[in-house]
């Protein structure tokens, strides 16, 4: 067993843990941070996808021992106060979650991805989650909404086309 | 006093006057699924839960012998085991097929089937217990595929299948199939495979349970059908419904996956109430896999006589479908590689012979699209050659042959609103068809391929004259509104669809209602997130339960302001006459004046289905209430090379009746787009026998995410969605389903879009790079440009069904039923256990045949 103290998003931790636990099973299990999920055991599916020191590391693959004293973000601390991430808000809004247990993982890649690039086009965004499954979507509304998300930040008033919102445009 | 003078009155379904439906909004548990807190089942946690870990098979089909737990008895914080003798009651989705139990009694019948679970006080020290646990088998013989299973009827997998070890034979003749055939210019027969592959939810199967009281128990479990988990519950712990309560947490996806009973989900729940904690149970992903229920790999042969001008004259198909362990489905899905293949495309005479077999590998049973994806691939292959042969564009082919409106097909489905014409219109206008089909360079090409789904099935699974989906309102007097349904939020949006019907009716806002969803100590019965059926049925149910609660606070406001009832608007979040809106009042202010005049506020609404003109045996599998339509147009680029090709866009349009949300039924277009090209491209649940020397087992090739491969952000190309809104009366303000129909087409539209590129034909999916460069050695060495299977199994599948149309003046009941004659009595409770009882017993008042 290890007794250590986490800091996850900002917030302390002191959790004791079986030595071979990964940073998935305590975030979860000790934790309580039940956000992150689990898909595959392997690092395949990218669903437990998590920052520390601002970098994305699947966490079902990071022995925990590894990252006390390191700064861990997950979802749960995405938010300003009430307030939705930026990414929050155009996931909700253009349905790039649907049963969402791949978006948490996804959200903290891409939130990984905006802290270096303010203005990320298609192909670093799928670069960047090319480590994420969705099974749901179908990707492309994934990659616009953390375009959307980049403008917002901006403060650019770019946004998704409209073919996203109501279909695209019946030919005649 | 209502005064008797004339007011314009609201029309409630003009276009204009719709607020929420049909307008893209914020998915109603979209907050929460962005921020972490959506609850899956594995996110519920109680003090002292212990945890399960199931003893699978390591052998695929053998007899248990002993079970040893001294080894793990012996391990610190095991707190007991548990066998098949103490769960003795069978259990199975459907009541013809109750041939599974909690845990393998005498026999296992593949690797990784259940037989034992032990519990402790970690997750870390059950799976160390379960691994010290020794099995002692003794070998049988393994059935690896369907051909196997015909070769080798003994040892039966179950006795009660059909004939050996084919579970199920099905024959179905719809007309004059042979005069068909010699009315045919042209006849095509072929033969294509369609691999099984599995659901690959990313959220693993989840349960816990925990016992309130003396002698409840409530299970939390990721689920999509609470209602009939609800009842294996009951039938195999022997305790009644009343005293066990099924929460369905939102699903981390589905896809059909989560929707029999599972062993876990009755382990669990006996454990519990043997230990008096709560207990749970997490599935590996490995473990997954051997839940399975996923598409069943299918053989089909396909026979269909064309007129020179392309349209059909006969048709006659024949399926096997491997069905892996246990029912499951399988008899629904045997019916379902038959039934829609009238739906899309007119077939005046028609014969469907279906197979399903046992086989020592994990069951296979429903997948988006269920059962009929596979046949729906072979046909618009089929399409594709005959246009061909017959010099006629294959759009074009499509267009002459389409079903009409409002009519009933040869195998009696009565088809409602149809929008194919429109569909096909779009995709070909919009892919440039016309000037682009096989007109482009060498190694690029066009696919087109079409196909319907049902919005719900029309019966329910077990027999029953209830609803299939209930929905119950409660008014509270600050405005607030709770709904209660069974319904299951697996990531579809069906919350949404929902809340936005009684917000609609209502004229509130989203955040004014409260959803108490899939709990069956609270909710009304729905049947489960399965066939498309929730956007129709729950819609429904929730129209008219609105309804009746608008109708009840209409009723006190107007005799309150002295208007009729049907003079007042419900908009905005207030009450008001048509004619004067600025005299309105708010919603909450209208909610206390109705409970002043009738007291506490509640209301119903539920749906049934309206009844299905087929009456022979089988006729239960297809009707819907009404059939969604989609097309679809690939372009595909191949390099001949290396047989590499690369889908660069896809249009897609959809007859979707109504969107209720655009934004959340084109994710469903999109998703199911993006699944079925994963079935197309790369996705198999493949098995192999390990070498002799070294075991006897069948094993399952891939149980993991490294090696099951599903298409990630770089395998998606570009995709356009029309949405045809047909507007069908049979649906919630013309609503049809969304989340299944548009997979079927993208599997024969790659493939004919790869003969447009390269000239070959692979008859098969997944296509690999390797049959495309197979194939094209076959062309260029002057042999058939085709990859596929050659033979196709010789099976008797018994006198077939003689059903005459409605074009030759039948009245839905077959003029012969041999099979009632011998075979398939059941009880009118319809459980096999009864069933055999009665045949026993030979008491004949207790048989019916179905």
């Known amino acids: ?172 | 006093m209502v005064k008797a003078f004339n007011v314009p009155q609201a029309d409630e379904t003009a276009e204009e006057d719709l607020k929420i439906i049909g307008k893209p909004f914020r998915r109603v548990d979209g907050r929460a699924k962005v921020t972490g807190q959506t609850r899956f089942a594995d996110d519920v946690h109680f003090p002292r839960t212990a945890y399960v870990k199931l003893v699978r098979s390591t052998v695929p089909h053998a007899r248990i012998r002993n079970i040893d737990f001294s080894g793990a008895l012996a391990m610190h914080g095991v707190l007991g085991t548990l066998t098949g003798d103490e769960l003795p009651e069978p259990f199975g989705i459907m009541p013809v097929s109750e041939d599974e139990h909690a845990l393998a009694i005498d026999t296992v019948r593949f690797v990784g089937d259940p037989l034992a679970a032990i519990v402790a006080v970690s997750e870390d020290i059950a799976h160390a217990a379960a691994l010290a646990v020794k099995v002692e088998y003794e070998l049988l013989p393994t059935i690896s595929n369907f051909d196997d299973a015909l070769a080798t009827p003994e040892p039966q997998i179950h006795d009660y299948a059909d004939d050996g070890n084919i579970h199920k034979k099905v024959s179905l003749k719809f007309g004059d199939v042979e005069q068909g055939f010699d009315d045919a210019d042209l006849i095509l027969e072929d033969n294509f495979f369609y691999e099984g592959s599995n659901h690959l939810a990313l959220e693993q199967h989840s349960c816990l349970a925990l016992t309130e009281d003396d002698d409840r128990v409530t299970v939390y479990s990721s689920t999509q059908c609470p209602h009939y988990v609800h009842r294996a519950l009951a039938k195999t712990l022997d305790i009644p419904g009343s005293r066990i309560r099924v929460i369905a947490c939102s699903n981390g996806g589905a896809f059909g996956g989560k929707s029999d009973p599972f062993n876990h989900e009755i382990v669990v729940a006996k454990l519990a109430l043997k230990l008096g904690r709560p207990v749970k149970i997490t599935l590996t992903r490995e473990e997954v896999f051997y839940c399975h229920r996923g598409r069943h790999p299918v053989q089909m042969h396909l026979k269909t006589g064309f007129r020179k001008d392309g349209t059909m004259t006969s048709q006659h198909l024949r399926t096997t479908l491997d069905g892996g362990a246990f029912g499951s489905y399988g008899v629904a899905s045997t019916y379902y590689t038959g039934a829609l293949q009238t739906t899309t495309y007119k077939l005046p005479n028609y014969w469907f012979e279906g197979a399903r077999a046992f086989t020592n590998k994990p069951p296979c049973g429903p997948k988006r699209g269920h059962g009929t994806p596979q046949p729906r691939f072979g046909y618009e292959i089929q399409l594709d050659k005959a246009a061909h042969v017959l010099g006629i564009d294959p759009a074009e082919l499509r267009l002459r042959n389409l079903v009409e409106p409002n009519t009933i097909t040869s195998n009696w489905l009565r088809i409602g609103t149809i929008g194919l014409k429109e569909c096909i219109d779009a995709v070909v206008k919009g892919s440039g068809w016309k000037k682009r089909y096989g007109k482009l360079p060498e190694g690029r090409g066009l696919g087109l391929a079409c196909s319907a789904y049902m919005t719900g099935a029309g019966l329910p699974i077990y027999w029953n004259h209830m609803p299939q989906s209930g929905v119950q309102i409660q008014l509270d007097r600050s405005g607030n509104v709770a709904v209660f349904c069974g319904e299951t939020e697996i990531g579809q949006g069906s919350d949404s669809v929902l809340a936005a019907v009684v917000a609609e009716v209502l004229g509130i806002d989203l955040k004014d209602i409260r959803l108490c969803v899939g709990d069956t100590d609270l909710t009304p019965v729905d049947l489960g997130s399965y066939s498309s059926r929730v956007t129709l049925m729950v819609g429904l149910a929730a129209k008219q339960a609105a309804e009746r609660a608008r109708d009840k606070i209409a009723r006190a406001v107007g005799e309150h302001m002295e208007l009729p009832q049907e003079a007042l608007v419900f908009a905005d979040g207030q009450v008001f006459p048509a004619h004067d809106p600025d005299k309105g009042i708010a919603f909450n202010e209208a909610v206390v004046i109705a409970e002043s005049r009738f007291g506490t506020l509640g209301t119903t609404g539920s749906y049934i289905p309206p009844r299905a003109p087929g009456r022979f045996r089988g006729a239960g599998v297809g009707p819907s209430p009404t059939y969604s339509y989609s097309a679809s147009v690939i372009e595909v680029e191949v390099d001949s090379g290396t047989g590499l090709y690369d889908v660069q866009k896809i249009w897609m349009a959809h007859d979707i009746g109504r969107a209720i949300n655009p934004v959340l039924a084109l994710g469903q277009i999109e998703g199911s787009i993006y699944m079925g090209l994963g079935e197309a491209v790369m996705e198999e649940q493949a098995f192999r026998r390990l070498p002799k020397r070294l075991s006897p087992s069948l094993v399952h090739k891939m149980p993991s995410m490294l090696e099951y491969k599903s298409p990630g952000f770089h395998d998606m190309p570009e995709i356009v969605s029309y949405m045809i809104e047909t507007n069908d009366e049979r649906g919630p303000y013309g609503a049809k389903e969304a989340g299944q129909g548009p997979l079927l087409p993208i599997m024969p539209a790659l493939a004919n879009a790869l003969f447009d590129a390269v000239g070959v034909r692979v008859d098969q999916v997944p296509i690999h790079p390797e049959m495309v460069l197979k194939a094209l050695h076959e062309k260029q060495n002057g042999r058939e440009a085709r990859v596929g299977p050659h033979k196709f199994p010789d099976i008797d599948y018994g006198e077939p069904l003689i059903v005459r149309t409605p074009e030759q003046g039948g009245d839905g009941r077959a003029t012969d039923d041999p099979k009632s004659k011998r075979k398939g009595l059941r009880s009118a409770s319809g459980t096999m256990k009864e069933r055999d009882d009665a045949l026993k017993e030979k008491s004949s008042a207790t048989l019916t045949t179905d």
């Open chain 1, 1 to 172: 067993m290890t007794a250590a103290v986490l800091t996850v998003n900002d917030d302390m931790y002191p959790v004791v843990f079986p030595t071979h636990h990964t940073l998935l099973e305590v975030l979860r299990e000790e934790c309580k941070l039940t956000g992150t999920k689990h898909g595959c055991e392997l690092g395949e599916c990218g669903a437990c996808a998590v920052l520390v020191d601002g970098e994305p590391v699947f966490s079902c693959l990071q022995i925990t021992t590894d990252v006390i004293g390191k700064s861990i973000q997950t979802v749960e601390g995405m938010q300003n106060g009430n307030d939705l991430h930026p990414l929050q808000e155009t996931f909700a809004d253009l349905g790039a979650a649907q049963c969402g247990y791949c978006t948490p993982g996804i959200l903290m890649v891409a939130e990984a991805l905006l802290a270096k690039e303010t203005e990320p086009d298609d192909e670093q965004i799928t670069e960047a989650l090319s480590g994420n499954i969705c099974r749901c979507t179908g990707y492309n509304r994934i990659i616009e909404a953390v375009k959307w998300a980049a403008a917002k930040r901006r403060g650019d008033d770019w946004r998704p086309d409209e073919a996203l919102f109501m279909g695209s445009e019946i030919p005649r």
